[in-house]
């Protein structure tokens, strides 16, 4: 069907391959994926595009093997889902999957969503004994008409489609929850810059197209029962296949009162690298949430379709990840403030 924005898209696509001189055969998405592989001449910074993976937080040994599935030709979307397996499942990271911090009552309750090239999308929120959340949110996204499943029925779901029931609380994650759970006397947890980990990851693959993923445990000792913005599509992460994708790491209560991600999508729609749009997310929630000596933290990455990425706290101590031109780098993000709890 042809609505009137991809109508109207068309069209345009249709007049400027005319006045280009391409021929009519040429599908929209074809023209589209070409214009995006020309660097702009207008941004000496821009570059051809490449295959190229970005992700929150250290995790070279996710973006590695995410980058060999796009080497080997497969799509963005098969690409985040591996990086992000690759957290979920290591048990030494406290804020991802198998191995995160339980809520206040010491049940672990993973959030996470998918987006891919196609704009779609899949989430799964407050999903207990599933190791592999971001692979559920894959299978909404497939496999049934909704967007986002959520606790018991998620669960349910995840069981009916072949996922196995285990137990997320490890032995380490057990004893930290027991300790804080001595020192606390049952007071409710704290937003701090501590605890927050999540990892979004954003691709672009062989053929331009864009994806991104997003998963988390959550807010360590958060009350039982809440959500934050992780698996929540425009909080969390946002991709659009004709601009570009951002996720987002830090206290989920600032992210989604923000709608954060979709913010600094938009902000690239509408000519801000990047960076820029990163930087004004930022200034967005400090601007409506912050005040002096505040200790919370919230950091975004994002990546337009020609590459350019761009990263920015609210705190330092945020990093990122980006594989791009055969190199698998860490990165220190710029941000808007000191820590007040550093020197
Ligand atoms: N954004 C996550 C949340 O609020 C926390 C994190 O980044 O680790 O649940």
């Not at 391409?22 to 051809?48: D, I, M, R, V």
């Not at 445990?217 to 809440?226: E, T």
Request: net charge negative.
């Amino acid at each position: 069907m042809l609505n009137r924005r991809s109508f109207f898209n068309h069209s345009l696509t249709a007049s400027l391959a005319a006045f280009l001189g391409f021929t009519q055969c040429e599908s929209p998405a074809q023209t589209e994926n070409t214009a995006a592989a020309t660097p702009s001449k207008s941004n000496p910074n821009s570059k051809a595009v490449t295959p190229a993976i970005i992700a929150t937080w250290p995790h070279k040994e996710a973006t590695g093997p995410a980058m060999d599935v796009i080497q080997e030709g497969r799509s963005a979307l098969d690409a985040v889902e591996a990086c992000a397996r690759i957290v979920e499942a290591d048990p030494m990271d406290q804020s991802v999957g198998y191995g995160g911090l339980p809520d206040a009552a010491g049940n672990v309750t993973l959030d996470a969503c998918i987006m891919s090239a196609d704009g779609k999308a899949g989430a799964v929120t407050y999903l207990q004994h599933i190791k592999h959340p971001i692979s559920v949110a894959r299978k909404v996204m497939e496999e049934t008409i909704h967007v986002m499943l959520s606790g018991e029925g998620a669960l349910q779901f995840a069981l009916e489609q072949g996922f196995e029931k285990e137990d997320m609380l490890t032995p380490k994650a057990k004893e930290k929850w027991e300790k804080w759970k001595a020192e606390n006397k049952g007071a409710p947890a704290k937003a701090n810059i501590d605890q927050h980990d999540t990892i979004g990851v954003l691709a672009i693959d062989k053929d331009g197209n864009m994806s991104g993923a997003c998963t988390t445990s959550g807010m360590a000792y958060k009350v039982p029962g809440r959500v934050g913005d992780s698996p929540i599509i425009g909080a969390g992460l946002y991709v659009d296949n004709e601009v570009g994708g951002a996720c987002a790491t830090g206290v989920g209560e600032l992210v989604m009162t923000t709608l954060g991600s979709f913010l600094v999508v938009e902000l690239m729609r509408q000519g801000k690298t990047p960076q820029e749009a990163c930087e004004a997310a930022v200034q967005r929630i400090a601007d409506r949430h912050l005040k002096e000596g505040d200790d919370l933290q919230v950091g975004f990455i994002a990546m337009n379709k020609k590459g350019e990425h761009g990263a920015y706290s609210i705190l330092n101590g945020f990093s990122y990840t980006l594989h791009q031109d055969d190199q698998n780098e860490i990165h220190e993000a710029t941000f808007m403030m000191m820590n007040p709890n550093q020197e």
